[in-house]
């Protein structure tokens, strides 16, 4: 296992389920059973990674739930010594589509509006009830953006971590 590969936290175990090994996991994906797409995992057991394949892998309760076995975790005693430990997987496990990104990529870009006046750097994205929102900071101060795509988010760049938005320095 290569140690200075970056690993991203997708999730947590958080109990047992049934007998035979099985754990439930709160997942950090969206939707949550896409956690189930990444093999191996590794989970932070008593404080080192631990590389685990899942064995099987499965959402319950119309996807409120996602139940995973691990291999070789075959009894519930054995399962429950890992309840609470983070699940993560490396960068380079991402899967993704053209012109898909995650949050995680988006951190640290750069942003630009239409008049190519540079507005700062993404530290966090803001999950809100209507629409996510960027938080961009620049010398101190946060300016928030509607992470609303062809309205104010025009243009996304992972290669070159920029971000086009349509929002003035007046806006702020």
């Given amino acids: 296992m290569t140690s200075e590969k970056e690993k991203l936290i997708v999730g947590q175990i958080n109990g047992v389920f049934g007998v035979n090994g099985w754990v439930k996991i709160f997942s950090h994906t969206d939707p949550r059973e896409n956690i189930l797409q990444y093999s191996p995992w590794l989970i932070k057991y008593q404080g080192e990674w631990k590389s685990v394949k899942i064995a099987e892998g499965k959402s319950q309760q119309g996807g409120k739930t996602v139940v995973v076995k691990l291999d070789g975790v075959d009894d519930r005693e054995v399962a429950k010594v890992y309840m609470g430990c983070d699940i993560a997987i490396y960068r380079d496990q991402l899967l993704s589509q053209t012109g898909d990104y995650y949050w ?65 320095l007046e806006d702020e």
């Fill in 104 to 168: 995680i990529q988006l951190i640290g870009c750069t942003v630009t509006n239409c008049q190519n006046e540079q507005l700062g750097t993404v530290t966090e994205l803001v999950e809100t009830g209507a629409h996510d929102v960027l938080r961009v900071e620049r010398e101190g101060r946060s300016t928030l953006i509607p992470f609303v795509e062809e309205r104010f988010v025009l243009d996304i760049n992972i290669q070159q971590k920029t971000i086009k938005v349509d929002w003035s």
